[in-house]
């Protein structure tokens, strides 16, 4: 993989988690939605937790 293709990739996961993180707040309490949210958070975070340690 190239650097600009893991940079790009890092810059998605990081845009990911924010708007996962945003969805997070506004998503009501009655529902399962924020269980969802919190388990793509968590996969999108392993995802540049992986593409971090590939840089270096």
Not at 8 to 32: G, I, S
Request: positive net charge.
């Amino acid at each position: 993989m190239s650097e600009f293709e893991l940079e790009v990739l890092k810059r998605l996961a990081e845009k990911a988690l924010k708007e996962l993180d945003e969805a997070y707040k506004r998503a009501p309490d009655v529902d399962n939605g924020k269980t969802y949210l919190l388990r793509g958070k968590e996969r999108v975070r392993l995802i540049a937790k992986i593409l971090n340690n590939m840089e270096g």
